[in-house]
């Protein structure tokens, strides 16, 4: 009967601190995402993303120029490690065909 106890202590101990840490660290551990993600932007490239973090999710915002640029941003934030999840609802700006002055 002692080791019931034991276990269910450990796991209401275990329990508080996930939830103190998590409560604590959770906007810190966003936010570091989300700048992590803006320098994975940088060094490819890709402009007019911006994301939001809330927790391991990071969600992408902004208008690219095409959908191959919009899955490469969506593939950079993925493979940062500490991401579980990435929301890309980029949209891709419409094709305008360039005139040619004569």
């Avoid at 989300?34 to 902004?62: H, M, N, P």
Wanted: aromatic share 4%.
């Amino acid at each position: 009967m002692r080791t019931v106890g034991l276990v269910v202590a450990g796991l209401l101990g275990v329990g508080t601190l996930t939830y103190l840490c998590s409560t604590h660290h959770g906007p810190l551990f966003a936010a570091d995402l989300s700048a992590k993600s803006a320098a994975a932007f940088r060094s490819a490239g890709i402009d007019g993303v911006q994301t939001a973090g809330e927790g391991q999710v990071i969600t992408l915002t902004g208008q690219v120029g095409s959908e191959a640029v919009k899955a490469k941003a969506g593939r950079q934030v993925a493979a940062i490690w500490g991401v579980e999840e990435v929301r890309n609802p980029l949209t891709v700006a419409p094709h305008r065909p360039s005139r040619r002055r004569r």
